[in-house]
């Protein structure tokens, strides 16, 4: 049955809906129903948010307080955030400050200190080496200075292409100047650790320093950073 009644409308008229009169036709297109349903429903929403709006601000607290109250201003009729200073302390920098204490912060800048030197003591600086002329002098028995050719490490040196070395491939010199690279890739980012204890050694010390002063306040002379504690003055007290 469903079937036959579609049937049936193939042949009726397609509706079209009616204009706006001529006579009215400065006036624009006319309005349907769906457009008046969807103006009507914004219109009625916005009125819901005013109504509740009045209702908040009629129940509210005239003592309450948010810090988003001093921390942005009007301008021109629209809030701006203020401009908040750069923390002088890292993320990680405050969580080693609040998780650990002082004596544990320099034993870890300690042995990562020695590690570094261990690093150091360990890498060859090829290219400082080339660079530095040698300035060694051999002397005969009479103690006169000698020739280089009579030099017997110089005679070893000349007859150095006698000798049987082993050839190295290019795949091993790659994997060596790899492990190379690597080494000074660890060493600097143990270098910039030991920096960054350093750092936090010294805000924490400043911290105890502060906080066991008894007479007034030091003076600021230097905020501290990133990568710098902050630097106070004492006033001078004379012992008695």
Do not use: C
């Amino acid at each position: 049955m469903s079937s036959f009644r579609k049937a049936s409308k193939i042949n009726q008229r397609t509706h079209r809906e009616r204009h706006q009169p001529e006579k009215r036709a400065h006036l624009g297109l006319l309005e349907k129903k769906k457009d008046y349903k969807y103006r009507a429903n914004d219109y009625h929403n916005k009125q819901n948010v005013l109504k509740k709006l009045k209702i908040l601000a009629q129940n509210r607290n005239p003592d309450e307080f948010y810090f988003h109250m001093i921390n942005s201003k009007i301008v021109d009729g629209r809030h701006k955030e203020k401009v908040k200073p750069v923390d002088e302390d890292t993320l990680e920098q405050k969580k080693l400050m609040e998780s650990r204490n002082l004596t544990y912060v320099a034993m870890k800048r300690t042995i990562e200190h020695k590690k570094v030197n261990r690093l150091q003591s360990s890498l060859h600086l090829t290219d400082f080496t080339k660079s530095v002329k040698s300035n060694h002098l051999h002397f005969d028995d009479e103690g006169n200075p000698a020739e280089a050719s009579t030099s017997k490490d110089v005679q070893q040196l000349e007859n150095i292409g006698d000798l049987n070395i082993p050839d190295i491939d290019k795949k091993t010199l790659r994997k060596m100047n790899k492990m190379k690279l690597n080494s000074y890739n660890n060493l600097a980012q143990r270098i910039e650790r030991v920096k960054q204890l350093s750092v936090i050694q010294r805000k924490m010390e400043m911290q105890n320093y502060l906080r066991n002063t008894s007479s007034e306040r030091p003076k600021l002379v230097q905020k501290g950073s990133k990568n710098q504690a902050p630097v106070f003055v004492w006033k001078y007290e004379r012992k008695r």
